[in-house]
């Protein structure tokens, strides 16, 4: 009898690190090079940018039951019909404790078209959001356009819009924009997206590959999941929805080695306090 509360406790214990080890783990960010969220379905109404910006919630809170927090200076932004609760506020400051959210949106300066910097050059904004993503958070950057202010969470060392490395709107490259000619990825589907239709503009920015899956983020990884590829007649190799790690509503069901060395090594203990309990009978 004692050796079955020693051996459960051993296990729990094992499965316990081994959760919380998998629940640590996320530190997602994720560049936008669409306005169909702060623009295309809160203010023209495009009933197709109101499909994608449902599934970009779904895909953002996956099972956690918690809120997202859109961070900007667009009011109106809602769940469409999602089921997640979304709480719109004006900065960083004004959501309060970051950690009570799934995910953290930042909206494109008046809903459209450029990333607004200003969301995280506020004092003490780039500080909390560090600490939430450390914490296993997950931001998403509306038109991102390459801004060195994001760059503590992109890791692109102030050459996010060098070379070309984003095209589009509000970048070293405008040749690329307001093109409807994105597809969505295998990576996307497994994350919650499917194919919009033609909205009119989907995408304004798009993200040179090549360069942003090499960079060390703030996750210690590059971006090299594409959940929606670009143009590509027009910007090859390039992502308009371009992320460093899933969604919650892609993380995979494989256990980090960790945490497999964790359980493994509970249930080695519990073994071994077998063999040593039937040697003494």
């Known amino acids: 009898m004692k050796f079955l509360k020693l051996g459960s406790s051993i296990v729990v214990a094992g499965l316990v690190a081994f959760g919380w080890a998998r629940s640590g783990s996320a530190q997602t960010v994720i560049l936008e090079g669409s306005d169909a969220i702060g623009f295309h379905c809160t203010q023209a109404l495009e009933s197709g940018a109101c499909t994608y910006e449902a599934q970009a919630w779904k895909a953002l809170d996956g099972s956690s039951g918690k809120p997202i927090a859109v961070i900007g200076d667009v009011s109106g932004i809602n769940s469409e019909g999602s089921g997640v609760t979304i709480d719109d506020f004006s900065s960083v400051a004004a959501a309060g404790s970051l950690g009570q959210y799934a995910a953290l949106y930042f909206v494109a300066t008046g809903g459209c078209c450029s990333e607004n910097d200003s969301l995280i050059t506020a004092a003490g904004a780039q500080t909390a959001v560090t600490s939430y993503l450390n914490g296993g958070g997950t931001i998403m950057i509306e038109n991102y356009v390459g801004g060195s202010a994001w760059d503590f969470a992109v890791g692109a060392g102030g050459l996010g819009d060098s070379d070309n490395n984003s095209a589009g709107y509000g970048t070293n490259d405008p040749s690329f924009e307001c093109t409807d000619g994105e597809s969505v990825t295998a990576t996307g589907l497994s994350n919650g997206f499917t194919q919009p239709p033609a909205i ?78 039937k040697g003494k009978l």
């Open 200 to 277: 009119g503009c989907w995408e304004h920015q798009a993200y040179n590959t090549a360069f942003f899956s090499s960079l060390d983020s703030i996750n210690g990884s590059g971006f090299d999941l594409s959940f929606f590829n670009a143009d590509q007649s027009e910007a090859p190799g390039y992502s308009a929805l371009l992320s460093n790690g899933v969604t919650l509503t892609g993380e995979s069901p494989v256990p980090e080695p960790s945490s497999l060395i964790l359980l493994g090594t509970s249930l080695m203990a519990a073994g071994s306090a077998l063999r040593r309990r």
